[in-house]
Structures are given as structure tokens and as C-alpha cells.
């Protein structure tokens, strides 16, 4: 059984249809691309998946769950993280009582009653992972951009979601952060599964994986770089903004 399936799932905004049957299938492990035109569906794809909107018509199953109607904390819980574009980072707080605090958000009311342990050697570990051993006594208001966003990864690896949804995580980054959060993501794929949404086709080229196209609230194409890059209905779907090499 996939680990996430959206089958079918509309999203009406006053009446505007964002997402209209949308089907989509996650298997544990797997690192999914999401590209498409601007408007296309994808951020409302995310936003349903985490419980951030809610499908008129559809299912959504995660885990053997059926998420469609829980609210956003509950599905988080279940293991569904998302990174949004505004930082969801406390400034003033470390790295490491970042990665704390998050932590203790799944790990129900037992684990704050205890005293904490001042090297945790997990949040060790993950701040490495992504990165940032050398920064985890700073606040990560003194933190780059690019630095800040693999903080909410580690954040959200740091509250066991087993499904990382991310929007556009490479916007505003230069190029080396690009290379190095593409180098992230292929290192998360397997112990996690992942969502990227990404407009950037050479940070898509680099992560590589199924890529899925969507287009009017559809999935329009499914593949791999090579097989998406000549698709005549991807090619169609990008007329106007610039080809889809441009996006
Ligand atoms: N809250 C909302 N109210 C009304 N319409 C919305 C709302 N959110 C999204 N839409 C519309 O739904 C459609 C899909 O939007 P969405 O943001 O999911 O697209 P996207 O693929 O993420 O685009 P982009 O690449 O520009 O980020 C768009 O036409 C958008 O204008
Ligand atoms: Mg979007």
C-alpha cells in the first residue's frame, strides 16, 4: 500500500475549482517532484495533503487513514510535515532549542515533564545532518536564508513526519544553496518520503526521481526528466510562460 494517495480530490475556493480530481500516489521512501504553470494547483495540493485546505469531493489516505476531514494538527501528528514559505522558525531561539521544540511537539506531554537534556545527541545528529552542526549554539535569527530553510527541515525531521511536503524550498536561495538543499533532499529520500514542488528545472534535473505535471488542477503527465521534457501535452501546458526549461 502507498504511503499517501489522493484520489480524486477537488478544492473549491468561492466556487473556483484550484484542484479538479486530482490523483496522486506516494509510496514510504519515495521522492516525488511537483511541477506546473503558475496556477497549476500545486501549493493547494500541498495545502490539502496537510489538512491546510479541505477537498469537496475526494479522498485522501495517508498511512491507512483517511485525512480528508481530521484537522491540520492531527494529520502533522500522523507524520505529515510541511515547510511553508514564510519561516516557521523561532529567532530567538538556538538551533538546537529549535530542533528541541519541535521535537517535543510530537512527542506528547510525558517528554516536557522530564529534564532536558542539554546534548541531546538525536538533535546532534540532525543538525549535522542538514548541516548546521557548527551553528547550533546561534539564534536562528542570525541564521542565511538558505540555512534557515534546512533548519525546518531538520525541524520537521525532528517531528517524525514521514512525509515532508515542500514548496518551492530552493526560492530566494543562490546557487550553491541550491546544489546543497538538492543534495538534501536525495540524502532525506528513503528515510523519509518527500513532496518538492519546485520551478527550477535544474534543481529538478539534480534531485532526478518521478517527476508529476500538473496543469488546471489535474495531473497532467507522469515520468522522468527525459520523458516529461518531450511530453507534447507538458510542452503544450507551458505555452506562454516561456517553455517549461524557462519555468
Ligand atoms: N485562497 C484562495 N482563494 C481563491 N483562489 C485561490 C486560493 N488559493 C489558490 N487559488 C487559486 O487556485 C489556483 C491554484 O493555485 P495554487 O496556488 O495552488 O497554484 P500553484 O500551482 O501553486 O501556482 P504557483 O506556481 O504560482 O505557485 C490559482 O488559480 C489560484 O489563483
Ligand atoms: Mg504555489
Same mark, same amino acid.
Request: hydrophobic share 40%; with cysteine; glycine share 10%.
Given at each position: 500500500?502507498?504511503?499517501?494517495?489522493?484520489?480524486?480530490?477537488?478544492?473549491?475556493?468561492?466556487?473556483?475549482?484550484?484542484?479538479?480530481?486530482?490523483?496522486?500516489?506516494?509510496?514510504?521512501?519515495?521522492?516525488?517532484?511537483?511541477?506546473?504553470?503558475?496556477?497549476?494547483?500545486?501549493?493547494?495540493?500541498?495545502?490539502?495533503?496537510?489538512?491546510?485546505?479541505?477537498?469537496?469531493?475526494?479522498?485522501?489516505?495517508?498511512?491507512?487513514?483517511?485525512? !480528508?476531514?481530521?484537522?491540520?494538527?492531527?494529520?502533522?501528528?500522523?507524520?505529515?510535515?510541511?515547510?511553508?514559505?514564510?519561516? !516557521?522558525?523561532?529567532?530567538?531561539?538556538?538551533?538546537?532549542?529549535?530542533?528541541?521544540?519541535?521535537?517535543?511537539?510530537?512527542?506528547?506531554?510525558?517528554?516536557?515533564?522530564?529534564?532536558?537534556?542539554?546534548?541531546?545527541?538525536?538533535?546532534?545528529?540532525?543538525?549535522?545532518?542538514?548541516?548546521?552542526?557548527?551553528?547550533?549554539?546561534?539564534?536562528?535569527?542570525?541564521? !542565511?536564508?538558505?540555512?534557515?530553510?534546512?533548519?525546518?527541515?531538520?525541524?520537521?525531521?525532528?517531528?517524525?513526519?514521514?512525509?515532508?511536503?515542500?514548496?518551492?524550498?530552493?526560492?530566494?536561495?543562490?546557487?550553491?544553496?541550491?546544489?546543497?538543499?538538492?543534495?538534501?533532499?536525495?540524502?532525506?529520500?528513503?528515510?523519509? !518520503?518527500?513532496?518538492?514542488?519546485?520551478?527550477?528545472?535544474?534543481?529538478?534535473?539534480?534531485?532526478?526521481?518521478?517527476?508529476?505535471?500538473?496543469?488546471?488542477?489535474?495531473?497532467?503527465?507522469?515520468?522522468?526528466?527525459?520523458?516529461?521534457?518531450?511530453?507534447?501535452?507538458?510542452?503544450?501546458?507551458?505555452?506562454?510562460?516561456?517553455?517549461?526549461?524557462?519555468?
Amino acid at each position: 500500500m502507498a504511503l499517501l494517495e489522493v484520489k480524486g480530490v477537488q478544492v473549491k475556493f468561492n466556487g473556483f475549482l484550484a484542484l479538479r480530481g486530482l490523483d496522486l500516489k506516494i509510496e514510504a521512501g519515495e521522492l516525488r517532484c511537483l511541477i506546473g504553470p503558475n496556477g497549476a494547483g500545486k501549493t493547494t495540493a500541498l495545502d490539502v495533503i496537510c489538512g491546510k485546505a479541505r477537498p469537496s469531493v475526494g479522498e485522501i489516505v495517508f498511512d491507512g487513514h483517511k485525512t !480528508s476531514r481530521l484537522d491540520e494538527h492531527r494529520i502533522a501528528r500522523l507524520g505529515v510535515g510541511r515547510k511553508f514559505q514564510v519561516p !516557521s522558525v523561532f529567532r530567538e531561539l538556538t538551533v538546537r532549542e529549535n530542533l528541541d521544540v519541535a521535537q517535543s511537539k510530537t512527542a506528547g506531554v510525558f517528554r516536557n515533564l522530564g529534564p532536558r537534556k542539554r546534548h541531546d545527541p538525536a538533535l546532534q545528529r540532525l543538525a549535522e545532518f542538514v548541516g548546521l552542526a557548527d551553528e547550533r549554539d546561534e539564534p536562528a535569527g542570525n541564521l !542565511s536564508h538558505g540555512q534557515t530553510q534546512w533548519l525546518e527541515i531538520a525541524m520537521l525531521m525532528a517531528q517524525d513526519s514521514r512525509l515532508i511536503l515542500l514548496d518551492e524550498p530552493t526560492a530566494g536561495m543562490t546557487a550553491a544553496e541550491t546544489r546543497k538543499t538538492a543534495e538534501l533532499c536525495r540524502r532525506l529520500k528513503g528515510q523519509h !518520503s518527500l513532496i518538492v514542488v519546485e520551478h527550477d528545472m535544474g534543481f529538478i534535473r539534480e534531485i532526478g526521481d518521478v517527476i508529476s505535471v500538473m496543469h488546471q488542477g489535474r495531473l497532467l503527465a507522469q515520468g522522468t526528466v527525459a520523458e516529461i521534457e518531450v511530453d507534447p501535452l507538458v510542452k503544450e501546458a507551458y505555452l506562454g510562460s516561456g517553455g517549461i526549461s524557462h519555468a
